[in-house]
Structures are given as structure tokens and as C-alpha cells.
């Protein structure tokens, strides 16, 4: 296949046009005159995480709740080890950014009295099914923002230690394009698919996360030497059986209690109900026989019915669509519910880049923002919204005097030759869809993923980490056809990389922090004393070197040494 090269210049290059860099594009476009590019893999208007809408935000400061009852919230559920300083200045700002987006079009639920509804401590109640055509609305209305739909980017260009811009390829024609920017901001959120899913074959798609969230920014700063956190604090969703459903909108929308199949509330066998135990005691109730486990809602109203259905045409039709299908709402049958395959996301968890309060990266010129900035969990939708506008701010701030990097024509022709490659392996041996398949085996079984309970232990880990090394080197021989096998290629390696690190994450912390996320049989135990502390890394030359930190406070203030 011919390519031909193109190379563009921009002040701000946002890579990922969704929740987080839809806003700090926004943000950065009304604050300044800087040129601002979004690239984008898929379309912005629908695409990430909210491309089929939401029905509620999950991060707000609610009637008798604070900023800093926020922290203590995040702290508790996350077991204390989180950036406290990354959390508050997420809360401090979040009914600012609900308030914005309420203005650019966003519905949001009130009563009489012209409050937003609250559908708990931290949440209010929208009608979001069109939020990311409001955001992608919003951004073409600036005349200083271009936006490159259909371009995957592959890899950052590094120069001196700084990330200068990135480079890509067109996935409607046969185009490589290099972006040099003053600054990037990488927004392309977190990792799908490293694990075999709920509904293997043609359904594997069906899943909790965005399945074509695939952990490429993740991986681009992994082969760039950034320093990541958190991997091992995975995140697997409880979800409504089969539809893979979310379960919040029945827990907290009608305050439906978790049951077995005898009908006993057993979540306080377990411990205090965070996040992560709600899963674990499903699970155990299901392995000590007292399975199925549900969602009480038999016997609901009609009317609380009514707005399920509604609700579940916002953000997961299939759930609605089940229910029709067969004649039996919530309020004749109980929801079944079941654990989804582990996720690396930085919305939900810690996962993500090790960023300062500024979401500046380890990497000179490179901020990260969303579900791919490590550090604070439970920031959600309107958090990613908070972080896309502290980044955005920030690198106005840093350009204000800075040049645009050289224009280096050797980089790109280096990287037509690698791309070139993959059309020229004629003689492969695994199919793109075995390869992805197979890294979903070895991840499962060997890293914890539903078939062993989501348990690790070390030599299970030495397994997976010898052969994800191997699906690596396998992943270079895979040969493309066509745009799409590229796409695809890529896709796989990225997420491969993510793969490597976070198996060298779950081996580094010698504790059961988070039961589920990273429950270690070797380590079965909690222990405080020794591992209150990030689990950092950073890659370089093939291997992934640990890095132990502190625990950063809500008042510390924190920058990276390069500055």
C-alpha cells in the first residue's frame, strides 16, 4: 500500500475527542486564541465512553456534602491509597463544570423548586442519551478548534526528552500524518478488552467499558518512558447479567438492596460496602452455594418501573430491550447480576499516567486528562470534564511564550517503514483475531481474570508475564489487508503493553488491598504498615522498572523534579 505524508503544525494537540478532550478543547478555546487540534479515531460526536449517552452524573457535591467530604468519600472506598490532591481539586471544581454543561444543552433533572434531582449523596439524575452530540456541538461552534476525525495515533514524537506531537495514520485513506505541537494533551481513556469478557465470540463487544477504548494512550506513554501508577488497582463493574447492564441506576435510582437466591441481604457478611466489596461479596455468595445473586426489585411500582425502562434506553437499550423481549419488567423478577472482566480505567480507579495537580505527565510537553490520568478514582464524568479544564488551563499557561517544534520529515518516513511492514508479512502465523483471543487466555488465566475468581498469585504471574512478552513479539508478524487490519494491529499492541505492565503492577504490591481488583493468594492480607504507597513503573528498554511513592495529602503540593 502507498502512503502518502502529511505534516501539520498546532499550538495544543488534544489526542481523543471524548468526554475529557470535548471539554478541555472547549475550555482552552475560550481562554485563548491558540490553535487547538482534537484527533480522533472514531467520530466526536459519538464517540468514548458516552457515544451511547448516560443517565446520570456520578461526581457532584450534593446537598450537605463538600469538597473535602468528597476526598474522605473517594479515600474510604479506595482504601486510602489515592492522590488526595488530585481528588479535591477534582471536587472543588465539579458543580462549576455541571453547571457548564447544563448551559451548553445538557438536561438535567429538577424539582419544583428548580434543584437538580439527587439520586444519592454524589449524583444527580440527567437526560444524557445526546450528551456527547452537545459536547461535539459545542467544540465546532469555536473558530480556533480543528478536529481530525478517522486518524488513529500510534505512537508520541519525542525529541530531547519532550513529547513535540504524535503521529498517526488516516483509517479512510492510505495517509501518515505527523502533528507537531507546544503541547499535548492525551485524553483516549483507559484499557477494554486485556481480558477474556463476560460473552466471549461474536457477542465479546457486549461489555461494561467502551470496547474500542483500547488503552492507546496508556501504551504511547508506556513506550515513551512516562511514569504510570496504579495499574494493579484494576476495576471489574458489577453489572446486570448478560446485558452487562450498569447496576447503579436500580441501586441508587430506587434503592434496591443486593440479594442471594434465598432472598438474604449479604452484603455486610463481607465488610463495610465499598465498591470493591459489593463485588467480592457476589462472588463469594455465589462460590459458598448461596447463588444466583440479585437486585431486589420485585414488587417495585409500575411508575419506578416506567422510569427503569427509560433510564436503560439512555445508556444500555439491551437491558430494556430484555425486558420487553420478555414480558418481565423489574417489578415481576429480580435482576441477576454478576461480575464483568477486569479494566484498567483512571475514572473508576487509580490506573492511569502519574500526573501533578497541573495533570502535566513525567514526559516534558505531555498532560493527561480522564479515564487515562492516574491518581484519582471515582471522578466519572463530570471529574473527566474538571481534569480536561485544569489541563487545558495549564498548558495556555506553558505555551504562552513557547515556539512550535520543527517540522522532521526522517520520523515520519521511519514510521511509514514499520506501517509498511505489516502489509508485507505474507507468511504470518496467527490471525489478528487469535492473537487478540489468545492474549485474552493468558490474561485470564494467568492474571486473574473470571475464571479464576479474579485471584493472582506469583507463579501464575511469571506464567503471564513470559507469555505476553512472546504475544508481543508475535504481534509484529501479524499482516494486514486493508486499513482496518492496521487499525486493529495496533489496537493489539497497544493493548499488550498495558498488558505487560499491569501483570508487573499486580506482582510488585504484596498485599490483598482491593478485594477482586487485586486479590493476591500469596498475600491474602491488608497490610498498612508496608503498602500504603503507589506502585509506580516506568519502561524502558523492555523492561518495566518498579517505582515505590508516598502517599501525596489533600494540601501537599506536588510537581514533578523536571520542573
Known sequence: ?????????????????????????????????????????????????????????????????????????????????????????????????????????????????????????????????????????????????????????????????????????????????????????????????????????????????????TGAGYAMGIRAGAEMTSFEMRFIALRCKDTIAPTGTVAQGIGAKQINGKGEAYIHKYGKPTTPIRLYATLMENKNGNGPCYLKTKGITKEQEEELFKAY?????????????????????????????????????????????????????????????????????????????????SAIKEIAHKKTPKKDNKILKKYLKKIQQFFRNENSLISIEELEESMQKVMDEYAGGISQGYVINKNKLNIAEKRIDELIDLAYTLQAKDLHDLLFIHEIIDRLYVCKVLVQHLKARKETRWKCYQENYDYPKKDDKNWKKYVNSVYKSGVVKIIFRDLIGRDEFYEHSYR
Not at 64 to 69: A, F, I, M, R, V
Not at 371 to 381: F, H, I, L
Open 313 to 393: 434506553l439512555n445508556m444500555a437499550p439491551a437491558q430494556t430491550l430484555k425486558w420487553l423481549e420478555h414480558n418481565r419488567g423489574p417489578s415481576i423478577e429480580n435482576i441477576e447480576i454478576e461480575g464483568t472482566e477486569p479494566y484498567i480505567v483512571g475514572g473508576h480507579t487509580a490506573s492511569g499516567y502519574w500526573v501533578d495537580i497541573n495533570r502535566r505527565t513525567t514526559l516534558k510537553g505531555l498532560y493527561a486528562a480522564g479515564d487515562v490520568a492516574g491518581g484519582s478514582p471515582k471522578k466519572y464524568v463530570s471529574g473527566c470534564f474538571v481534569e480536561g479544564k485544569i489541563a487545558a488551563l
Open 1 to 213: 500500500m502507498d502512503f502518502k505524508l502529511e505534516e501539520l503544525n498546532t499550538d495544543i494537540l488534544i489526542i481523543g475527542g471524548g468526554t475529557a478532550g470535548c471539554f478541555s478543547a472547549i475550555t482552552a478555546a475560550e481562554q485563548s486564541n491558540f490553535k487547538i487540534l482534537i484527533v480522533e479515531k472514531a467520530n466526536i460526536m459519538r464517540s468514548g465512553c458516552l457515544a451511547a449517552g448516560v443517565n446520570a452524573i456520578n461526581a457532584y457535591i450534593g446537598k450537605g456534602e463538600t469538597p473535602e467530604s468528597f476526598v474522605e468519600y473517594v479515600k474510604k472506598d479506595s482504601e486510602e491509597v489515592v492522590r488526595e490532591d488530585l481528588v479535591y481539586s477534582i471536587a472543588k471544581e465539579l458543580n462549576t463544570v455541571i453547571k457548564k454543561i447544563e448551559d451548553l444543552g445538557l438536561p438535567i433533572l429538577k424539582d419544583k423548586d428548580g434543584k437538580y434531582i439527587q439520586r444519592g449523596k454524589r449524583s444527580i439524575k440527567i437526560n444524557g442519551e445526546n450528551i456527547k452530540p452537545i459536547l461535539a456541538n459545542a467544540v465546532y461552534k469555536h473558530s480556533n478548534i480543528k478536529v481530525l476525525n478517522k486518524i488513529n495515533i500510534i505512537d508520541y514524537i519525542v525529541k530531547n526528552g519532550e513529547v513535540i506531537g504524535a503521529i498517526g495514520f488516516s483509517l479512510e485513506e492510505p495517509k501518515i500524518i505527523g502533528i507537531y505541537a507546544k503541547v499535548v494533551i492525551c485524553t483516549t481513556g483507559g484499557a477494554a478488552g486485556l481480558y477474556k469478557p463476560n460473552n466471549p465470540g461474536f457477542s465479546r463487544h457486549k461489555m461494561w467499558y467502551c470496547p474500542f477504548n
